[in-house]
């Protein structure tokens, strides 16, 4: 029976470049989709391009451009990143869409009619010489817990989510000048009010998420749930839908995250699907995937199900958290101000998308902090692609070409090559189910190594020089099943050299699933299947 599959990959915010970790942090949720496409599943893959917030009013102001220049520019940006990386999303939108807005406002208002938002006046950060209240990105002062340089909301050296009042020695982000406390009428989230739900779900899930997941979240649970502001005193941003709040916006971690739920009804709208009953946690058939990175755990995993609990549409909270860890570059944490930031548009103009695809899974931040370098990169290339998939590809292909021809005889498949197939399939599928993807990809490299070892071992060229003419077409003919088959397994990592070996040798369409040849096999456009990078 088919699988409904959602998969949210994490809306990354539209005021720079995606830089490695964003790609090593959302590749996870294309990897799925391919996986689960291939094996004829219902798929929702969506995410977009978070486009409100004070840090793209502040680099508008200093770039002399509106808000909706800058967010449209990295969005298009992104767009173009995405699809140059293989990505496949069903839908890649952005927060400044009518589409999103409307839902937004619909669920914001029926989150205040289910009685989880209400109305307070509370001190706020004031600056008397700008003469308005300051949002949080334009608060900068120290961090309370390490010392280091702070936001409003997040402090930047030990990434703790902060509130405003939490910050010490607060000044104006715009003129420097030190802050005063006036009140301020805002709505606010009752979040304090799912501790109890929230806990249960971390418990219950504790096999399915990742353990930084688990530990992020309890942290932020232990430290002490607090009712989060709704609203927020911006111009840039999706209008609050209730009189009396006018002059203010939307708080971004509300409607950002949201955006799984709009992107996701406007896809199901699009097929005819009921979107309610699709996401229903009576749904038995269904899984959820949201992958993202780590400093985005505590919106993940207490946050949006706390929202989504507070819909009351009965949605499944998440099953399956992909939070990645951090990528430093050349063992430094990667910084804007610094320039010590590699963007995935750099490596694309050096690199073949599929030799990115496969070292930010293989050697990504999966369980732990990883380093990137170029060095790295290319010896990955060289090793694994040239020297394991490429060399099994092409001196199989390249003999048949120069002694026959191009004209691959049918011959006998093996047998034990047929059992160790069928079992890749379901080991590799269960490890990308689960989220283990370098389990997954070193099970692909190991089913690639012991092609080359039976290629070896078998010595085809000696039975073509000792004219055994039947064995060799055994052992060649079983050579080339195992490329087909490698061709679908590797395809939701390396879609490139996915299609080059199905376009050379004329196999089937993409599935996850064992794929047996038949006839004979001509070679067609035999070409290298990577080159070597010096």
Known sequence: MKKDIFIGGAWPYANYYLHVGHLASLLPGDVLAKYYRGKGDNVIYVSGSDCHGTPITERARKEGKTPEEIAGFYHDEFVKTFNNLGFEYDLYTNTMTDYHSNYVQKQFLRLKENGWIYEKDEPAVFCEKCNKFLSDREIVGKCPNCGGVSTGDQCDEC???????????????????????????????????????????????????????????????????????????????????????????????????????????????????????????????????????????????????????????????????????????????????KGTLLTANELLERFPKDTLRFYFTYLGPETHDTNCSVEELIQCHNKFLVGQLGNFVNRNLGFINKKFDGVITEGEIDKKVRKATKEAYKSIGEAIERGEFRNALSQILEYISNANKYYDSNEPWVKVKNENLTEFNNVTYTCVYMMANIANLIKPFMPDASDKIKDMLSFADYKWDEEVIKGNITIKNFDMLYNRID
């Open 159 to 337: 990434l703790t989510s902060l509130d405003s009042e939490e910050v010490l020695d607060k000044h104006c982000k715009i003129c420097g000048s030190e802050t005063v406390t006036r009140d301020n009428k805002h709505l606010y989230f009752k979040l304090t009010a799912f501790e109890d739900e929230l806990q249960d779900l971390i418990k219950n899930n504790s096999s399915l998420w990742r353990k930084n997941a688990i530990g992020e979240a309890q942290k932020y649970i232990d430290t002490g749930l607090r009712d989060r502001a709704a609203t927020r005193q911006l111009d840039w941003g999706i209008p609050v839908p209730v009189e009396g709040f006018e002059d203010k916006r939307i708080y971004v971690w509300i409607e950002a995250v949201m955006g799984y739920l709009s992107a996701g009804q406007k896809v199901a709208e699009e097929r005819g699907i009921d979107f309610d009953k699709y996401l229903s946690n009576d749904n038995k058939n269904l899984r959820t995937y949201y992958v993202h990175g780590k400093d985005n755990i505590p919106f993940h995993t207490t946050i949006f199900p706390a929202l989504v609990s507070g819909l009351q549409y009965n949605y499944r909270l998440p099953d399956y958290i992909v939070s990645s860890a951090f990528v430093n570059l050349n063992d430094e944490k990667m910084s804007k101000s």
